[in-house]
């Protein structure tokens, strides 16, 4: 109720809570709230369409939920290799004009009405994603003036799977380079492979958009996912260089074969990383369990530009 009172007098917000259980709870008491929830939550039109089930609770009892669905796919078309988007997608300018299908994908319709609203609510994973890497995609709709962390305490914990850089055998195959190559336990070949990795990127984009075939017809799926994934590469670099004492190598996943899957290098002090995911004029941070000055220290804010609310005393009776 605080955190909505504050959200209202604003006039925009967002609020970000921790789990599914505690977006319900906000629904039910503060209706002008638009919820985020993750795809697991929603069926796939695409897959109840291909299995021809036309009932949603049956769809999810089969397990047709909408992380499954293949929202865009590689196919091939007049022998040239194209993205092929969902029919069921819209996009969030049909949302913002209300003339997307009735028939359209649950899951982009609420994140989309969420973007749209000038009040919407959250967790921290699909909010963090957000900030970190559909700033550009959605930044029109980023522009709200205060966010209200709820269960504050766990910020740390999700900012960590934000930071650094994972790195899955997929990628490497992408970019054309061996991963042999690289040794797995040491960091400054980790920044080589990143930095090779963004060099890869790049050039494929280049020579993609060089090509008299998507000058006439051009693909802008296709460069905005490696612009993506060239942008997430260059990041990395640049978070692991700026500070390299801070940052460890993980184990590597490997295969029954003892092949590369995937490596994860993380900071061990995420304060300094934490401030770009504080984008609104105002944050708001409600916990039962923090005190000021640690939690200033390890989310990287001035003592100075926070307020802190305290009660002296439980208002609950023992
Ligand atoms: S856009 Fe929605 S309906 Fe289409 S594949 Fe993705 S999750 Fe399924």
Partial sequence: MVGATVSN??????????????????IKDIP?????????????????SAEKVDNARRAMRWGLSCDKGQCQE?????????IEICKFKPTIKQVEENIADSNSCHHYMQKY??????????????????????????????????????EAHKIEDQIIQF?????????????NLNSEKYNFSDLDSMI??????????????????????????????????LERRHD??????????SDKDNFVVNDPVKDLNGNFRTISVKPIDVSKFANSFFETE?????????DKSSFCENMGLEKDDVAFVDTMKSPFPI
């Fill in 163 to 175: 930071v650094g850089f994972d790195i899955f055998s997929g990628q490497v195959d992408e970019c």
């Fill in 282 to 290: 105002y944050q708001i941070f409600m916990s039962a369990t923090i």
């Fill in 192 to 225: 080589q492979l990143t930095d090779d990795m963004a060099y890869s990127y790049a050039k494929k984009i280049k020579d993609i958009k060089e090509r008299a075939a998507f000058q006439n017809n051009p693909d802008y799926e296709l460069i905005t996912g």
């Fill in 113 to 150: 009405e969420a973007l749209v609203s000038k009040h919407s609510l959250w967790n921290y994973h699909a909010f963090f994603t957000i900030m970190k890497f559909n700033k550009k995609l959605f930044e029109e709709y980023l522009d709200r003036k205060v966010t209200v962390f709820d």
């Fill in 9 to 26: 007098y604003f006039d925009s917000s967002f609020t970000v809570t921790a789990s599914k259980h505690l977006q319900d709870q906000y």
């Fill in 32 to 48: 002008f709230l638009k919820p985020v929830k993750g795809k697991q939550n929603f069926p796939c039109l695409k897959l109840m």
């Fill in 232 to 241: 997430r590469s260059a990041q990395a670099k640049i978070d692991i260089m």
């Fill in 74 to 82: 590689r196919i091939s078309k007049n022998g040239k290799e194209v």
